[in-house]
């Protein structure tokens, strides 16, 4: 394996987040099963990687490590100049809360909460000040579109609303590092559009992101492309040169 | 987390499901409504206990035959009780500081007057039973006094016993029978009511003596002392007791009991009955905490993707657990002010449905009632958000 994965810059700009030699190892049985394998690699800040492969590969696995979700068996993986395997769960989850915004396939919403509520929640747990929440959830819901509903539930939302409330959510800590697994699977194809067209703006405006999905088509909008199988980086490429074939 | 972020959050969890919300925390409404209402009867039985005592005032003894605390083996050491007389109750009275003696015998017997009959208690006192005993003569007049062997023909009859036999004319001046002896009725007691549950107004008064002839009794059942109230009460003590040794040829063959002694006595066993009373309605409360606990599981089982959630997005196993833990404790917290409006209410209607009822809230037992339903709340939510607090968020997020 070669290069590191180096997220650097979204705190002060002389902080590195680094990846190296990273497996997850699940025990079945007696047997030790490699999810992820040795995998060292590294992506510039700002960068828009896609990361790849069959199901089972490892893609999910991958992007849970990097979200601070999953703790590495082996291997190292610094955030902001510290060793995720030495914080402690409260210490990951200050860093999940400041720096990392989630964007799922099943949306993940509460659903008694409304849209506001919803993308209030991070908010809530980082102890920040109601009027300030309020101005930020009005931000977050202008810039996805859906101000007219935010009073609306997510059983009263289309899908492709649902989607765009989890983007709302996830950007409202203003994270640098978003991570997206299969943020359009669910969605009809104009309503994945549109949230590939906000996933875009989010790049523009700097943030780092790193999406898992199956579609060539979405990896295409990446800077560059990880392809992952059996729990190992199997290639590397720009997304300008990703083929089915390719893969 | 600030707090009111915690119970906001807590609240919209437990609001969104009415009625489940409902039925978790019936368990410990019912606890709570069980604990006030048992202790309330206690504390009201209690105290109506203590008033039918007190009533009479606090300067009061009694002197019963026979020793109630005794030391050795009866017969062994030959031991003999003597018989409680009216010469007992006369040598007390001339004791420095006792100011009244009633000598008091007792029995039931049937009295009959006017073609009717009746059986009834039968007080043989003397004239000093009014102001002893605080009672008043509605019509004509009590005993004479004068010397208690004096075996006199009158009786005063009972307010209840009276209308019972009379109607409404007036007794006075007629006879009535009592165990075949007849009398001549002088007065009419003020209705008086019940004491302990028994009708003191359907009784009949006759001297002392009459009584014991009647009965065919040689000694009294007691003997009612007041003393003045500038003396100490175990100097009073001191000198009846050594006065009866002294004419009971130096045996304590008999019991003193105070007026205060008595009721400490069924103070003290009123209340433990209360306490055990207020105990057993207690395990209702954790039947009520289990119920609650067995919601928080399924909670947090149906939650499980949510927590994954919370924590993908920041929250710590620490915010969880006490999102969790709140909320068990705002079901037990609003389940206990549910009882205990419900109890409170009950307890100020029941002597409207059941006249006569002692009932009386006491507020020891409703706060006591309060925090053990809260504590039920943080005892049965603790395990489950523990539980919450614990589970790995990866796989809570591909919990469906």
């Known amino acids: 394996m070669t290069g590191e994965l180096i997220i650097d810059g979204f705190m002060t700009g002389a902080q590195v987040i680094k990846l190296k030699n990273v497996s997850k190892i699940y025990q079945v049985g007696d047997q030790p099963v490699y999810a992820l394998a040795n995998i060292t690699e590294h992506i510039k800040p700002g960068e828009y990687v896609a990361i790849m492969g069959p199901s089972g590969s490892g893609k999910s696995t ?61 908010m809530i747990f980082a102890g920040i000040a109601p009027q300030v929440r309020q101005q930020r959830v009005t931000q977050a819901l202008e810039a996805v579109g859906l101000t007219a509903r935010s009073h609306h539930r997510p059983d009263q939302l289309s899908v492709g609303q649902r989607q765009r409330v989890v983007i709302a959510r996830a950007t409202v800590m203003n994270p640098r590092l978003i991570l997206a697994d299969e943020p359009t699977g669910n969605l009809d194809s104009e309503s994945g559009k549109q949230i590939l067209g906000l996933l875009d703006q989010l790049y523009a405006l700097g943030h780092t992101l790193i999406i898992v999905t199956h579609d060539i088509n979405v990896a295409h909008r990446a800077e560059r492309v990880l392809v992952i199988s059996d729990g190992h980086i199997v290639q590397r490429t720009s997304s300008c040169n990703l083929t089915p074939e390719s893969l | 987390m600030r707090v009111s ?114 059986s009834v208690s039968v007080f043989g006192i003397t004239a000093d039973m009014p102001e002893h005993w605080k009672f008043t003569v509605r019509s004509g007049r009590f005993l004479p006094p004068g010397d208690p062997f004096r075996r006199q023909s009158v009786a005063v009859l009972g307010p209840k016993l009276k209308t019972e036999l009379f109607g409404n004319a007036s007794p006075l001046g007629s006879f009535v029978r009592i165990a075949g002896y ?20 359907d009784a009949i008064y006759v001297p002392v003596a009459s009584a014991m002839t009647i009965f065919n009794m040689d ?160 005892c049965s939510g603790f395990i489950p958000a523990r539980y919450a607090a614990s589970i790995d968020p990866v796989r809570a997020l591909h919990t469906q």
């Open chain 1, 62 to 122: 991958l992007l849970n490590v990097l979200g601070c979700l999953l703790r590495p068996t082996e291997g190292s993986y610094q955030l902001n100049g510290q060793e995720i395997n030495t914080l402690n769960d409260s210490e990951l989850s200050k860093l999940r809360q400041s720096v990392i915004g989630f964007i799922f396939q099943s949306f993940h919403l509460i659903p008694r909460l409304t849209a506001a509520g919803n993308v209030e929640l991070p």
């Open chain 2, 5 to 118: 972020d915690l119970m906001r959050l807590a609240m919209g969890t437990i609001t969104t499901r009415p009625t489940r919300t409902a039925l978790s925390l019936l368990g410990i409404a019912i606890g709570v409504i069980t604990v006030i209402l048992l202790t309330s009867i206690g504390e009201g039985t209690r105290r109506y206990v203590l008033s039918q005592f007190t009533q009479f005032g606090t300067n009061l003894l009694t002197i019963t035959r026979g020793k109630t605390q005794t030391v050795g083996i009866p017969g062994v050491l030959g031991g003999t009780t003597h018989k409680l007389t009216i010469q007992d109750a006369q040598a007390i009275r001339q004791l420095d500081g006792i100011i009244r003696v009633v000598p008091v015998s007792v029995g039931n017997a049937r009295v009959e007057a006017e073609g009717k009959g009746r």
């Open chain 2, 182 to 201: 007849r009398f001549r009725i002088i007065g009419v007691m003020a209705p008086k009511g019940n004491l302990l549950g028994f009708d003191i107004d």
């Open chain 2, 219 to 378: 000694e009294l059942m007691e003997i009612q002392v007041a003393f003045g109230f500038g003396h100490q009460l175990e100097t009073i003590i001191q000198r009846i007791r050594e006065r009866l040794m002294e004419r009971h040829r130096g045996e304590e063959d008999f019991t003193i009991v105070t007026q205060a002694a008595m009721l400490e006595t069924m103070d003290n066993i009123m209340q433990v009955i209360t306490v055990a009373v207020a105990v057993i309605a207690g395990i209702s409360m954790i039947v009520g905490a289990i119920g609650i606990m067995t919601v928080m599981w399924m909670v947090v089982r149906e939650r499980t993707a949510e927590i994954g959630l919370l924590k993908a997005t920041g929250a710590t196993s620490g915010q969880i657990y006490q999102l969790f833990l709140c909320e068990s404790v705002i079901l037990a917290t609003i389940g206990g002010g549910v009882g205990l409006a419900v109890g409170l209410s009950i307890v100020q209607i029941l002597p409207t449905l059941i006249p006569g009822i002692p009932v009386h809230p006491h507020i020891h037992y409703v706060l006591a009632a309060l925090c053990v339903s809260t504590l039920a709340g943080i």
